[in-house]
């Protein structure tokens, strides 16, 4: 068979998948990232791999860019289950041994508000104070960070009905983190922002609740369902955002995507326009084999290091560094390597896989997310640590920070800007919580024990 090594690839990737979803995560601590950060990568590479290797009556045969571009990410998703499974847990045994303590499982007063309080934070950073100090550039980006304060919030609303068995309460929250999706359809006419956070909180929740069949079965669903939305709202996306971009009132807005959801559909992949749907918005391979394909033939040399140093810049606040000379946005290096145009108003992201290509070849594919397996591995251990032992402040000042890695569309400068920023908001809402919560310092070790770890 010719494209006998993309299937294999595409058997391996989801010979991964379920590695992720099948491991004993009972018995080690973690709050989801990895298995968040997998999930996200497979949405923009698995899935566009999956519409060009399988027969489908779509089209005559598989897209020889996707093809080039699909290896890059299976290497990439090699290294990530590498470094998460095997190097990360021999670094922390060097350095973390043994186990927490038993706690109980009861919740402090104050931790039952703690919720609340960052979502309340959250929407009053991002909402009010982001638009109001627009012009005060490092201030606003952390204002900007507030949203990842509510997804925050979300996650701890679910932890603490989980270890009171309110479970009731447990869905509710849930059903409220799959509406995500729909708000910011219409408030700023995306859905994948909305599908991000509520990736985010998916992922925490099914690593810790049992019996594990359910959890699997439930989180199935969601994903039909939401990549079902994702057809639907793709069908109808020019309407939706031509009401929100054009300022109408939000009674036209919900009214028009009402009339969307009316004619809700069903993703089915012998469909020729639902798979021109995924291909178009979730088929990253195709440009990164066109990156590929640019630098063989010599029309571009690697970047060997320039991508990765303007991250690096990136750290530097631009209050601190007005005239700073990197931007968010990709969609300049994305044209000039993937001999395509791209309109500079557009948001093109070049993703992980293409960035550490682009810098370093195959090589830097690996060694990229090899890196990347072993730092978000290594956080979700001590965000994890923290959470079980009862900080639920630990756990977000290791967490908050973390989720600009889960960006995997985005560039290393959105990337290391991101995470600078959302730890200078960190600190501030920690020095907020220990000035105006007197019971923020002892609210610690109420909840069950976790192996530290134990892999």
């Given at each position: 068979?010719?494209?006998?090594?993309?299937?294999?690839?595409?058997?391996?990737w989801?010979?991964?998948?379920?590695?992720?979803f099948?491991?004993?995560?009972?018995?080690?601590?973690?709050?989801?990232?990895?298995?968040?950060?997998?999930?996200?990568?497979?949405?923009?590479?698995?899935?566009?791999?999956?519409?060009?290797?399988?027969?489908?009556?779509?089209?005559?045969?598989?897209?020889?860019?996707?093809?080039?571009g699909?290896?890059?990410?299976?290497?990439?998703?090699?290294?990530?289950?590498?470094?998460?499974?095997?190097?990360?847990?021999?670094?922390?045994k060097?350095?973390?041994?043994?186990?927490?303590?038993?706690?109980?499982?009861?919740?402090?007063?104050?931790?039952?508000?703690?919720p609340?309080?960052?979502?309340?934070?959250?929407?009053?950073f991002?909402?009010?104070?982001?638009?109001?100090?627009?012009?005060?550039?490092?201030?606003?980006?952390?204002?900007?960070?507030?949203?990842y304060?509510?997804?925050?919030?979300?996650?701890?609303?679910c932890?603490?009905a989980?270890?009171?068995?309110?479970?009731?309460?447990?869905?509710?929250?849930?059903?409220?983190?799959?509406?995500?999706?729909?708000?910011?359809?219409?408030?700023?006419?995306?859905v994948?922002?909305?599908?991000?956070?509520?990736?985010?909180?998916?992922?925490?929740?099914?690593?810790?609740?049992?019996?594990?069949?359910?959890?699997?079965?439930?989180?199935?669903?969601?994903?039909?369902?939401?990549?079902?939305?994702?057809?639907?709202?793709f069908?109808?996306?020019?309407?939706?955002?031509?009401?929100?971009?054009?300022?109408?009132?939000y009674a036209?807005?919900?009214?028009?995507?009402?009339?969307?959801?009316?004619?809700?559909?069903?993703?089915d992949?012998?469909?020729?326009?639902?798979?021109?749907?995924?291909?178009?918005?979730?088929?990253?391979?195709?440009?990164?084999?066109?990156?590929?394909?640019?630098?063989?033939?010599?029309?571009?040399?690697?970047?060997?290091?320039?991508?990765?140093?303007?991250?690096?810049?990136?750290?530097?606040?631009?209050?601190?560094?007005?005239?700073?000379?990197?931007?968010?946005?990709?969609?300049?290096?994305?044209?000039?390597?993937?001999r395509?145009?791209?309109?500079?108003?557009?948001?093109?992201?070049?993703?992980?896989?293409?960035e550490?290509?682009?810098?370093?070849?195959?090589?830097?594919?690996?060694v990229?997310?090899?890196?990347?397996?072993?730092?978000?591995r290594?956080?979700?251990?001590?965000?994890?640590?923290?959470?079980?032992?009862?900080?639920?402040?630990?756990?977000?000042?290791?967490?908050?920070?973390?989720?600009?890695?889960?960006?995997?569309?985005?560039?290393?400068?959105?990337?290391?800007?991101?995470?600078?920023?959302?730890?200078?908001?960190?600190?501030?809402?920690?020095?907020?919580?220990?000035?105006?919560?007197?019971?923020?310092?002892?609210?610690?070790?109420?909840?069950p024990?976790?192996?530290?770890?134990?892999?």
């Amino acid at each position: 068979m010719i494209f006998e090594p993309a299937l294999l690839e595409l058997l391996a990737w989801s010979a991964i998948l379920g590695l992720f979803f099948s491991f004993p995560w009972r018995r080690v601590a973690t709050v989801g990232l990895p298995l968040c950060y997998i999930l996200s990568l497979s949405m923009i590479h698995w899935m566009g791999g999956l519409i060009h290797i399988l027969p489908t009556r779509w089209r005559s045969g598989p897209d020889p860019f996707s093809l080039v571009g699909f290896e890059q990410a299976f290497w990439g998703i090699l290294a990530f289950a590498t470094g998460t499974f095997v190097l990360a847990p021999l670094i922390l045994k060097m350095f973390a041994q043994g186990e927490v303590g038993p706690a109980g499982m009861r919740a402090t007063p104050y931790q039952l508000r703690l919720p609340y309080i960052y979502i309340g934070l959250g929407i009053l950073f991002f909402g009010v104070l982001a638009p109001a100090l627009r012009a005060v550039p490092s201030i606003y980006a952390a204002s900007v960070s507030g949203i990842y304060l509510v997804v925050v919030g979300l996650c701890l609303a679910c932890w603490s009905a989980f270890i009171r068995r309110n479970y009731l309460e447990l869905v509710a929250w849930l059903f409220a983190v799959c509406l995500i999706p729909l708000v910011t359809i219409v408030t700023i006419g995306f859905v994948g922002y909305g599908a991000g956070a509520s990736l985010l909180v998916l992922t925490f929740v099914v690593t810790l609740y049992r019996p594990q069949w359910q959890a699997l079965i439930g989180f199935g669903l969601i994903g039909f369902l939401g990549l079902s939305l994702f057809i639907t709202y793709f069908r109808d996306r020019p309407e939706i955002r031509a009401k929100v971009w054009g300022g109408a009132d939000y009674a036209d807005r919900i009214d028009t995507f009402a009339t969307t959801l009316g004619k809700f559909e069903f993703i089915d992949f012998q469909n020729p326009r639902h798979l021109q749907a995924i291909d178009d918005r979730l088929n990253q391979n195709y440009l990164v084999g066109r990156v590929v394909r640019t630098i063989e033939l010599g029309q571009e040399e690697f970047a060997y290091g320039g991508t990765v140093y303007d991250g690096l810049l990136a750290l530097v606040p631009r209050i601190l560094w007005p005239e700073k000379p990197v931007t968010a946005g990709s969609w300049g290096v994305v044209s000039r390597y993937a001999r395509v145009y791209v309109d500079p108003s557009t948001s093109v992201g070049i993703g992980h896989v293409m960035e550490f290509y682009i810098n370093f070849g195959t090589p830097g594919v690996i060694v990229g997310f090899l890196i990347l397996g072993i730092v978000i591995r290594i956080v979700d251990v001590m965000a994890a640590f923290q959470l079980h032992r009862g900080n639920w402040q630990g756990f977000m000042s290791w967490f908050l920070p973390t989720m600009a890695l889960l960006n995997v569309g985005g560039s290393l400068v959105e990337l290391f800007g991101t995470m600078a920023a959302s730890t200078v908001l960190v600190f501030i809402v920690n020095k907020i919580l220990t000035a105006t919560q007197p019971t923020a310092a002892s609210a610690a070790g109420s909840v069950p024990a976790a192996h530290f770890p134990n892999n």
